[in-house]
């Protein structure tokens, strides 16, 4: 590494499990970009992290549903001559309700957001890490993406399962060169996630074993990318429900989707 601390870049750090991230990071001692695009909230975690950690924490208010969104935030780290050590794609929402009834924009900014850009991301980045001979890349995706689809929040589950298998072959591809890479997969987190998708009175319902705080996520998070391990799903409850679906047959697996999904997903 060529600067004094790691440097971490955090998309979707303004609230849950980005600014968990990005409080666990500067604890490490590493120097942040925080990027959303709420830059008053981008401020305000900026200003909590340097006083409390003395690190370096640069607010890079971005759109990642923008088509130009990745090249204009990477080419504002060139312009200050930053070098990311870490990139944690976190940024990430839900489109409720069925398929057809929302406008094909809304579905296309989500595919930039979701896949696109974290994406895209990854190959700018990723290049620097490999030639400098360290980094670590964390693509925040969801137990979702292994469980069957289930219907309302039609691209969410699919947009996941393609982060967990894009990571699963970056990280094959940077065996041996210390540059780690991990998709993360908590299942319910405590976040504005819920409110935002309008599913709030719904998930409310469901038990407090089936979630997690967005703080033990990342610390989970941040293990297992040290630990090189391509795939992580955070907690006891949502490894075995993914080992239950594993062993189902495809059809029960898809049946007890579609009558749990009721419990959470607006459809």
Not at 144 to 167: Q, R
Request: charge should be positive; aromatic fraction near 8%; hydrophobic fraction near 45%.
């Amino acid at each position: 590494m060529t600067q004094a601390r790691p440097l971490s870049l955090i998309t979707g750090a303004s609230a849950g499990i980005g600014a968990a991230f990005a409080r666990a990071l500067a604890a490490r001692g590493h120097d942040l970009v925080l990027t959303a695009r709420r830059t008053d909230r981008l401020e305000a975690l900026a200003g909590e992290l340097r006083d409390q950690h003395r690190v370096n924490a640069t607010v890079l208010t971005n759109d990642l549903a923008d088509p130009h969104g990745v090249e204009q935030l990477c080419a504002a780290l060139d312009e200050r001559g930053l070098q990311v050590d870490w990139l944690v794609n976190n940024a990430g929402y839900g489109v409720p309700g069925r398929f057809d009834q929302s406008d094909w924009p809304v579905h296309a900014d989500f595919l930039r957001v979701l896949v696109t850009a974290p994406t895209e991301l990854a190959w700018r980045l990723v290049r620097g890490m490999r030639e400098r001979g360290y980094g670590r890349i964390v693509n925040v995706a969801s137990l979702a993406g292994h469980v069957p689809g289930s219907a309302g929040h039609t691209l969410y589950a699919a947009s996941k399962a393609y982060m967990i298998k894009f990571s699963q072959s970056l990280a094959l591809e940077n065996l041996g060169l210390d540059v780690n890479v991990c998709a993360l997969c908590p299942g319910f987190t405590y976040s504005e996630f819920h409110d935002v998708t309008g599913t709030r009175a719904l998930v409310s319902k469901m038990p407090g074993f089936m979630w997690q705080r967005a703080e033990a996520v990342v610390q989970e998070g941040i293990a297992a990318v040290e630990r090189g391990e391509a795939v992580h799903v955070t907690g006891r409850f949502n490894r075995t429900v993914k080992s239950l679906f594993k062993l189902m047959p495809d059809r029960m697996a898809l049946k007890m989707s579609a009558q749990q999904s009721k419990r959470y997903r607006a459809q």
